[in-house]
């Protein structure tokens, strides 16, 4: 795997508007859940400790979607006057986001911008921390994304990336349903990437940080499992997920009819006791500048 440097055939995954799109059903599935905060406090574990926090953090969280790292990462740092930015090129879900920071019992020092993680609108070595939570993955140019990130953070400073595996159940679903609809009329599903794995392989994930010029790689793989009894609000949030609608819309017109109807038929048959429970792996990658 080589990191995606060309920002030629954007996937509908990779946009704003895809995004924008999703952002109440995903919000509310994440909230309902804190299935993405699991692996956000991971990063935050494997970064800031609690019982390690230092003073006057500056923080950037980017892509920071509904805020699952933003927010407890405020929380952490608000007594010892740290602050954190976050920042998503989707501005529905920075609406989102500060609707759930309006809605806590008190105040937290957080400020969210509209922004795109490709083109950071903040001054040379500003942060102490950047994340990127299941972001970055989705970046046309993630080399760009990389290589911003470095060039925001002060000497010394570190990032924490997660990326999906593989495994986790929607590029399982992905690939179930593709290979049920192409096995229909006697064909073999075309291989294509998927933005959402582009950075699932940890040995390339790696060498993606180290050639855009961070140091002190560790990468740590995290199990986390997503869990609620309202499986027509789960089928929801992947018929709205961009993820599905970018790989829609790479099908012929003939294949993209069947392609709600095939998803949905799994989705019932993985779940037929009304109980949605599914395992989420991913890896978070730790660096230093």
Known sequence: ???????????????????????????????QTNFTRMFAIDCLDLTIPVDAVKSDLLILDIASGSGALSIPAAERVQKHNGRVIATDFAPEMIDFQNREIESLPSA??????????????????????????????????????????????KPGGKVGIASWSETTFLSRLIVATMKKIYGD????PPSKPYAMVSLADPVSFENCLRDCGFKNIEITTTVHTLRTNDVPEFARFYKNNPVIEA???????????????????IINESFKSGVVEIEGIAHIAVAQK
């Open 185 to 188: 009329i006697g064909m073999e």
């Open 1 to 31: 795997m080589t990191i995606n440097s060309s920002s030629n055939a954007v996937g509908f995954d990779q946009t704003s508007k895809g995004w924008g799109l999703a952002a109440e059903t995903y919000g509310e599935i994440m909230k």
């Open 247 to 265: 790989l829609k819309l790479q099908l012929p017109e003939e294949l993209r009819l069947k392609f709600e109807p095939t998803y949905q038929e």
């Open 108 to 153: 937290i020092p957080i400020e969210t911008k509209i922004m795109d993680g490709q083109n950071l609108e903040f001054p040379d070595q500003t942060f102490d921390f950047c994340y990127s939570v299941f972001g970055l993955i989705f970046f046309p140019n993630q080399k760009k994304g990389f290589t911003e990130i470095l060039r925001v953070l």
